[in-house]
């Protein structure tokens, strides 16, 4: 499966970006979905979990309650909306996409087999 993400720019702090994600290929299976992001120097950390079976959500405490996550299963799109965006959050993020997580595995990038080629967001103070 090719993962393609969109949606990054530049935005002021305190605004708002919606992240997308497109998966073509076999998308027939049914993936679980990730968004990572990483920032100079920093390893790759999680930011946001979607889990196909029972569409549970997970979210790493730094975004907990300002992103959401979400699948639009017509269109195999996965979104990450972004709000009350802080310079902390400046980063490229990326999709990335697994079969069948148990649900500490979301948090691990190692974990996912197929990765978009990320997006810029950056966040101006």
């Known amino acids: 499966v090719q993962l393609q993400a969109s949606g990054g720019g530049l935005v002021q702090t305190g605004g708002s970006l919606r992240l997308s994600c497109t998966a073509s290929?076999?998308?027939?299976?049914?993936?679980?979905m990730g968004w990572f992001r990483q920032a100079p120097g920093k390893e790759r950390e999680f930011v946001a979990g979607?889990?196909?079976?029972?569409?549970?959500?997970y979210y790493a405490n730094s975004v907990k309650g300002r992103f959401t996550i979400s699948r639009d299963n017509a269109k195999n799109t996965v979104h990450l909306q972004m709000n009350s965006l802080k310079p902390d959050d400046t980063a490229v993020y990326y999709c990335?996409?697994?079969?069948?997580?148990?649900?500490?595995?979301?948090?691990?990038?190692?974990?996912?087999?197929?990765w978009g080629q990320g997006t810029q967001v950056t966040v101006s103070s």
């Open positions: 979607f889990r196909w079976s029972t569409r549970a959500t």
């Open positions: 290929g076999r998308t027939e299976t049914n993936y679980d």
């Open positions: 990335a996409a697994a079969q069948n997580l148990i649900t500490s595995s979301f948090r691990s990038p190692n974990m996912y087999r197929y």
